[in-house]
């Protein structure tokens, strides 16, 4: 798989199978990764990984919490500014319609929502996930860097035939990641990811990106 193709053959993907995914070819991914971009060479990202035994415990604690309505932690940080503005409230509110759309879930129906937002605690059914935390003392720049290591796997996963999907959703229940993982005080869970084999039976509606000269200013001599 070129590049080109691992780049637009990347998307959340929300339904896995229980295929195990070979602990080679994680160290590999992760091995090649470490070459993303960063500055100053700080590799600001800690990642931990989790198949089996320990990742069923997480899906359970979570599953739990779900099940008794125990609230969300509090947030570490900001996932989106308190007032999104033009465009970008848009393509959020977009996603979401198409999203839900797929799955015949009304605009209105908040129940059904929470359902299907549900399954992010399960991970999908992925047989492994990824938990990426950043030392709360770091900034924007080394943000951006983790970013770019998230991407990176991302892409590597799919030179390898597997998938995986991005979710900022486990902040929501860090504590209950830090029980199983007992991470230093001083990292903060950025995010998890869903790693494994797509489920094809599941259906999915991709979300479409901005044209180019949306995103896109050329500054030609």
């Not at 990426?132 to 892409?155: E, F, H, N, S």
């Amino acid at each position: 798989m070129d590049v080109y193709e691992a780049v637009t053959s990347r998307r959340a993907v929300r339904g896995f199978t229980d295929r195990p995914v070979p602990r080679e070819v994680l160290e590999r991914v992760l091995s090649a990764a470490a070459w993303s971009p960063s500055a100053s060479n700080i590799q600001p990202w800690h990642a931990y990984v989790l198949t089996g035994a320990p990742l069923a415990e997480v899906k359970k604690l979570a599953g739990e919490r779900l099940a008794a309505g125990d609230p969300w932690d509090e947030p570490e940080y900001e996932q989106y500014p308190p007032a999104l503005k033009f465009p970008y409230c848009e393509r959020r509110s977009a996603f979401g319609e198409q999203r839900y759309g797929a799955l015949g879930i009304p605009r209105g129906d908040i129940e059904a929502r929470q359902r299907a937002s549900s399954a992010n605690w399960d991970c999908f059914g992925a047989p492994a996930a990824l938990f990426c935390y950043i030392d709360r003392d770091m900034g924007p720049a080394q943000w951006a860097d983790v970013g770019m290591y998230l991407q990176t796997v991302m892409l590597l996963l799919r030179a390898e035939g597997l998938h995986s999907c991005p979710q900022m959703a486990w902040a929501k229940y860090r504590k209950t990641v830090a029980e199983v993982l007992s991470p230093p005080d001083e990292l903060i869970l950025f995010c998890g990811m869903s790693i494994g084999f797509e489920d094809v039976t599941v259906d999915y509606s991709r979300t479409a990106r901005a044209p180019l000269e949306e995103t896109v200013t050329f500054v030609e001599g």
